[in-house]
């Protein structure tokens, strides 16, 4: 009788081996959540990116409605000064000091009209048209902000940028996505051929789309990495015009929006032309 109450009061405890079979179990469960969640994140990350390209969107098509006609995308301003689509967009949704766009602007790299006048001081801003975007949705940086002090390339440092939504930490230490890119057919052209491609920002040859018109803004590379390293973005001049050809048309070469514009957002990778970006259409990735 008395082993009998010695062994219920023993304590039950696990053994090594039952320990380490759940431990095991544990962690094959983490592992195959793990890259569930990281994809259910990429996946809503993604759907918000395409929310801020369809939030641009409805900015451009008042900027449409109220000036009839979309901002311009060319690569150089009148002058012959670099100027991209990124950097105009920007200017036509939000201005080019985040106070509003003025309706004489000729979107000049140095913000005059055609007579010598500076648009964008601080007397100008009765002139001015509210925002076409608010600026919480807008993301404006700051190239120095993005690339850092000297890493601008020809581009003004203080030029702002519509920035997309996946944000990581710049070389500067500060952190951001990457500057949306922004094209708009020109209407009178026909053809989308990467074989009658312009060779310069000055001459498409007949295409309805422009591939300069962001090139050098993709050429300053990538700004998480440190200046000098690394390779610049992928987005050659071969593939831009094959990733916006829209494939439901066979008979001819056509692109998406051919109406209209293109925006683009690098992705979740931070490189442009590859299988992650993120268009306004819904496209396919062609090596």
Request: a negative charge.
């Given at each position: 009788?008395?082993?009998?109450?010695?062994?219920?009061?023993?304590?039950?405890?696990?053994?090594?081996?039952?320990?380490?079979?759940?431990?095991?179990?544990?962690?094959?469960?983490?592992?195959?959540?793990?890259?569930?969640?990281?994809?259910?994140?990429?996946?809503?990350?993604?759907?918000?990116?395409?929310?801020?390209?369809?939030?641009?969107g409805i900015a451009i098509e008042f900027f449409n409605t109220e000036f009839d006609g979309y901002p311009p995308s060319t690569a150089l301003d009148g002058t012959g000064q670099e100027?991209?689509?990124?950097?105009k967009l920007c200017e036509a949704m939000v201005g080019r000091d985040l106070l509003g766009y003025h309706p004489d602007s000729i979107f000049s790299r140095d913000g005059m009209d055609?007579?010598?006048?500076?648009?964008?001081?601080?007397?100008?801003?009765?002139?001015?048209?509210?925002?076409?975007?608010?600026?919480?949705?807008?993301?404006?940086?700051?190239?120095?902000?993005?690339?850092?002090?000297?890493?601008?390339?020809?581009?003004?440092?203080?030029?702002?940028?519509?920035?997309?939504?996946?944000?990581?930490?710049?070389?500067?230490?500060?952190?951001?996505?990457?500057?949306?890119?922004?094209?708009?057919?020109?209407?009178?052209?026909?053809?989308?051929?990467?074989?009658?491609?312009?060779?310069?920002?000055?001459?498409?040859?007949?295409?309805?789309?422009?591939?300069?018109?962001?090139?050098?803004?993709?050429?300053?590379?990538?700004?998480?990495?440190?200046?000098?390293?690394?390779?610049?973005?992928?987005?050659?001049?071969?593939?831009?015009?094959?990733?916006?050809?829209?494939?439901?048309?066979?008979?001819?070469?056509?692109?998406?929006?051919?109406?209209?514009?293109?925006?683009?957002?690098?992705?979740?990778?931070?490189?442009?032309?590859?299988?992650?970006?993120?268009?306004?259409f819904d496209w396919k990735y062609r090596q």
């Amino acid at each position: 009788m008395k082993s009998i109450v010695k062994q219920s009061n023993r304590k039950a405890a696990f053994t090594i081996i039952e320990l380490l079979t759940v431990m095991s179990i544990i962690v094959i469960l983490i592992g195959l959540l793990v890259p569930s969640l990281n994809m259910a994140r990429r996946f809503a990350r993604k759907l918000t990116q395409k929310n801020q390209l369809r939030t641009i969107g409805i900015a451009i098509e008042f900027f449409n409605t109220e000036f009839d006609g979309y901002p311009p995308s060319t690569a150089l301003d009148g002058t012959g000064q670099e100027y991209c689509g990124a950097m105009k967009l920007c200017e036509a949704m939000v201005g080019r000091d985040l106070l509003g766009y003025h309706p004489d602007s000729i979107f000049s790299r140095d913000g005059m009209d055609i007579v010598g006048r500076q648009l964008y001081a601080p007397g100008t801003l009765g002139a001015r048209k509210e925002l076409f975007m608010q600026l919480d949705n807008a993301s404006a940086y700051m190239l120095v902000d993005i690339y850092g002090p000297g890493n601008a390339g020809s581009f003004t440092e203080d030029t702002f940028v519509l920035c997309d939504v996946y944000k990581r930490e710049m070389r500067t230490g500060m952190k951001m996505g990457m500057p949306v890119l922004y094209y708009t057919a020109e209407t009178s052209n026909k053809i989308h051929d990467a074989n009658f491609a312009p060779t310069t920002a000055l001459d498409n040859n007949g295409n309805i789309y422009n591939y300069w018109d962001n090139h050098s803004l993709v050429g300053l590379g990538k700004p998480w990495e440190q200046a000098g390293q690394g390779l610049p973005h992928d987005l050659d001049l071969t593939r831009f015009y094959r990733n916006t050809r829209n494939e439901k048309i066979t008979t001819l070469s056509r692109p998406y929006r051919e109406d209209s514009y293109i925006l683009m957002s690098a992705g979740f990778d931070g490189e442009y032309g590859t299988s992650d970006d993120i268009y306004n259409f819904d496209w396919k990735y062609r090596q």
